[in-house]
């Protein structure tokens, strides 16, 4: 079969996997299942849930202007519990989805419901995942360790959400971004105001992006009764994208000078750190320009660039800690 077309290949690879990954090309034959219940195939989805975390991380460290080792721990093991947990909570995603994912093309060449796993194989490899990452958890201190624990509440409600919503990307948001909350708390022992602004500027930006990502499954999930606000905003979908994009940017700054006003950071640390919030607006908004609801592969390519345009802050609140 033509690795083009939405239909499982006959190694068992899925249809809206990065072609040529590691997985499908390297990975050991018995491993491939679990690891394409894990989206180890498609790497986006753990940049998307890691990179609010290191926003937590440097908002943070500009906040106090205190580096240690310790924080090195911290992003390195952001990136690890991302991994994990990402994988975690998309099998959980495919073990609760495993009847309608048979039902979607894009989606009926999962591990599960294709046949490569079962769901009970698919719970054992999902609590494999969470174990690990709660080792890793238990490294922080004890008030991120509370935040690392109820976090899972958000991913637990996340797949049932597009059953009884029209907004189940608020719930993707409220799973996705919870790694700028613990991070920060991390770094700094305690939770507090930036932080939930960071917070919510990212639960907007999920809003947005994956907007733009449910527009590939309307009409399959029109026909099995799936909600997502790709559905519901329709052809006002460019507008409602707008508003998140500017949410977004308005968030992220709020977040900014709440962290560094009146802080260690000095005034031209804080205008580079603004920049890049603006920067990565303008990053939203070339993808708003693209942005085409019947066009599938384009809808995919600009999904993706969201690690990008979430990289673009990251890298000016690097250089703003250096000033």
Known sequence: MSSDKNTPE?????SDAVKGNWVDSYAPLRTRPYLRLSRADRPIGTWLLLIPCWWGLLLAMLHDRVVTWHDLWIFVACAAGAFLMRGAGCTW???TDRDFDGAVERTRSRPIPSGQVTARQAAVWMCFQALIAFGILLTFNTAAVFLGVLALVPVAIYPFAKRFTWWPQVFLGLAFNWGALLAWTAHRGALEAPALYLYVAGIVWTLFYDTIYAHQDTEDDALIGIKSTARLFGTQSPMWL????AATVTLLGIAILGAMLGSASGPIALVIALVGACVMGWHMLWQLNNFDPDDSTKLIKLFRSNRDAGLIPLLF??????V
Do not use: H, K, P
């Not at 707008?242 to 994009?245: K, Y």
């Not at 609140?317 to 250096?322: P, Q, S």
């Open 93 to 95: 995603n495919d073990i």
């Open 317 to 322: 609140f690097a250089v703003a800690l250096l």
């Open 10 to 14: 006959q190694n068992g690879q899925v």
């Open 242 to 245: 707008a508003r998140f994009l």
